[in-house]
């Protein structure tokens, strides 16, 4: 294949739950059972993801035991807040950036503003938010609900939560701190804006009690996949994680956002699409396909099953039907539509068994994984990335910390030689290593137009 220029060259997140991707990661032999809880693991794998010069340590979240986890009692039950667990582990890192999950439906703007903006001050400017909306009547009952507000609701909720939050990191001025002892002057006060936000969802009057972050904005990441969640990628996401199967299903998001993108006077280049890999590496293709059978033969049944039903909204109820007979129909709901249709997909168009289903999205839950040597493996990536399919990719190692010390022992160095992800980092920001712009505050610009108008 042939290498793009160096000037573009590929992204990488590392998204690594401590109790490992697959449901059943924290059985293998490799992996310490308490990962998930287990700080120093967390600490260890922030710093092989640094050695590996990944762009950023992401990490999902849920607001109710983890997905599938209650009915089959996987690792996924319980772990660390993630903005809590990456501010522990900013101090030991320095370059790597830190994305974390944070809910629209159930934080307050300025409540999440805070913690991000303090997140970005402690990282020095390595801090992410990603943007969920958080499906599942479950977690509507954590949070003074009996069922979760209609999709459409969570998504109109979503784009004013991020306007808002972006318009409390500005309402400090990057030049607002004078401290000048002798004078006793602490900050310029024309630089501290009210942002007196009134709309359908939120009434904020600000300013927020947290400097501008360092990075203007942490770097804002979404990955919704749906029509509803497209428009919010489109309207402001920098990063978007993303679940396909295939190249065409890849390609086909990939063109729809960008255009999207550029419709909303954004300029695409600035919004970096990036799918999820569950990647098995092994020095030959056979000791990948022996590592992906290892795993897989830990899978309990049951965890399994809990598994697709929690990926169909907690409606397909399997119990009675035959492991390896094929998956009954479900009924559409209200939470992760998109993900609903993908594992439905999948179960089609391999026409897998309930079995084989589990066995198939118990590794990602519908992300691509990937098999095979270290060279197969990168050809895949290529392949995506030069055929305007991603700009990165979000990996999910399988198992920790063996799946991760593959990539980065194994397919990084193939990648490097190929011109292909860095050798050293770029800057000190998640934003400059990613190559994103740092955002103007919008009241240092009006306040330079009408100086120059002047």
Same mark, same amino acid.
């Given at each position: 294949?042939?290498?793009?220029?160096?000037?573009?060259?590929?992204?990488?997140?590392?998204?690594?739950?401590?109790?490992?991707?697959?449901?059943?990661?924290?059985?293998?032999?490799?992996?310490?059972?308490?990962?998930?809880?287990?700080?120093?693991?967390?600490?260890?794998?922030?710093?092989?993801?640094?050695?590996?010069?990944?762009?950023?340590?992401?990490?999902?979240?849920?607001?109710?035991?983890?997905?599938?986890?209650?009915?089959?009692?996987?690792?996924?039950?319980?772990?660390?807040?993630?903005?809590?667990?990456?501010?522990?582990?900013?101090?030991?890192?320095?370059?790597?950036?830190?994305?974390?999950?944070?809910?629209?439906?159930?934080?307050?703007?300025?409540?999440?503003?805070?913690?991000?903006?303090?997140?970005?001050?402690?990282?020095?400017?390595?801090?992410?938010?990603?943007?969920?909306?958080?499906?599942?009547?479950?977690?509507?009952?954590?949070?003074?609900?009996?069922?979760?507000?209609?999709?459409?609701?969570?998504?109109?909720?979503?784009?004013?939560?991020?306007?808002?939050?972006?318009?409390?990191?500005?309402?400090?001025?990057?030049?607002?701190?004078?401290?000048?002892?002798?004078?006793?002057?602490?900050?310029?006060?024309?630089?501290?804006?009210?942002?007196?936000?009134?709309?359908?969802h939120f009434s904020v009057k600000g300013p927020l009690n947290v400097p501008r972050p360092v990075q203007g904005h942490p770097v804002v990441v979404q990955?919704?996949?749906?029509?509803?969640?497209?428009?919010?990628?489109?309207?402001?996401?920098?990063?978007?994680?993303?679940?396909?199967?295939?190249?065409?299903?890849?390609?086909?998001?990939?063109?729809?956002?960008?255009?999207?993108?550029?419709?909303?006077?954004?300029?695409?280049?600035?919004?970096?699409?990036?799918?999820?890999? *569950?990647?098995? &590496?092994?020095?030959?293709? @056979? /000791?990948?396909?022996?590592?992906?059978?290892?795993?897989?033969?830990? $899978? =309990? #049944?049951?965890?399994?099953?809990?598994?697709?039903?929690?990926?169909?909204?907690?409606?397909?109820?399997?119990?009675?039907?035959?492991?390896?007979?094929p998956l009954p129909p479900s009924k559409e709901t209200e939470g992760m539509?998109?993900?609903?249709?993908?594992?439905?997909?999948?179960?089609?168009?391999?026409?897998?068994?309930?079995?084989?289903?589990?066995?198939?999205?118990?590794?990602?839950?519908?992300?691509?994984?990937?098999?095979?040597? *270290?060279?197969? &493996?990168?050809?895949?990536? @290529? /392949?995506?990335?030069?055929?305007?399919?991603?700009?990165?990719?979000? $990996? =999910? #190692?399988?198992?920790?910390?063996?799946?991760?010390?593959?990539?980065?022992?194994?397919?990084?160095?193939?990648?490097?030689?190929?011109?292909?992800?860095?050798?050293?980092?770029?800057?000190?920001?998640?934003?400059?290593?990613?190559?994103?712009?740092?955002?103007?505050?919008?009241?240092?610009?009006?306040?330079?137009?009408?100086?120059?108008?002047?």
């Amino acid at each position: 294949m042939t290498s793009p220029s160096k000037s573009r060259q590929i992204k990488l997140g590392a998204f690594l739950p401590g109790g490992g991707q697959h449901v059943a990661a924290w059985r293998h032999p490799e992996s310490p059972a308490d990962g998930a809880t287990n700080f120093e693991f967390h600490r260890k794998l922030a710093l092989t993801a640094e050695r590996g010069l990944f762009d950023a340590y992401f990490l999902a979240d849920n607001l109710t035991v983890g997905l599938g986890a209650r009915e089959g009692g996987n690792a996924k039950i319980a772990g660390f807040e993630p903005v809590t667990l990456f501010a522990a582990l900013a101090p030991f890192t320095t370059h790597i950036g830190f994305i974390a999950t944070a809910s629209t439906t159930y934080e307050e703007p300025y409540t999440l503003a805070r913690k991000f903006a303090s997140l970005d001050l402690l990282s020095n400017g390595r801090a992410g938010w990603n943007v969920v909306t958080s499906a599942g009547d479950d977690t509507a009952r954590n949070f003074n609900r009996d069922v979760q507000p209609n999709h459409a609701e969570r998504y109109a909720r979503a784009h004013e939560h991020v306007e808002t939050v972006k318009a409390l990191w500005d309402s400090w001025e990057d030049d607002a701190f004078i401290r000048d002892k002798k004078t006793g002057r602490f900050y310029d006060k024309d630089r501290l804006h009210d942002i007196n936000h009134k709309g359908e969802h939120f009434s904020v009057k600000g300013p927020l009690n947290v400097p501008r972050p360092v990075q203007g904005h942490p770097v804002v990441v979404q990955a919704g996949q749906s029509e509803d969640g497209r428009g919010l990628a489109a309207a402001s996401a920098e990063v978007i994680f993303t679940a396909h199967q295939n190249l065409a299903s890849a390609r086909e998001f990939y063109r729809d956002i960008k255009a999207r993108v550029a419709a909303a006077g954004r300029d695409p280049a600035q919004v970096l699409i990036m799918p999820g890999v *569950a990647p098995f &590496v092994g020095r030959t293709e @056979e /000791e990948a396909r022996a590592k992906y059978r290892q795993l897989n033969d830990l $899978i =309990l #049944p049951e965890d399994g099953v809990a598994l697709l039903n929690a990926l169909a909204g907690q409606t397909l109820d399997l119990r009675d039907y035959p492991l390896d007979g094929p998956l009954p129909p479900s009924k559409e709901t209200e939470g992760m539509k998109s993900r609903q249709a993908l594992i439905r997909q999948i179960a089609d168009e391999h026409n897998f068994t309930i079995r084989q289903l589990y066995q198939w999205v118990a590794t990602a839950r519908g992300h691509y994984t990937v098999i095979g040597s *270290a060279t197969q &493996v990168a050809d895949q990536l @290529e /392949e995506w990335f030069t055929t305007e399919a991603a700009d990165g990719f979000n $990996i =999910l #190692p399988p198992w920790l910390p063996g799946a991760l010390d593959d990539f980065v022992d194994l397919v990084i160095p193939e990648l490097q030689r190929r011109g292909l992800f860095r050798t050293a980092y770029e800057g000190r920001t998640l934003r400059e290593n990613l190559g994103l712009r740092r955002p103007r505050n919008p009241w240092t610009v009006a306040r330079s137009t009408v100086l120059a108008a002047e």
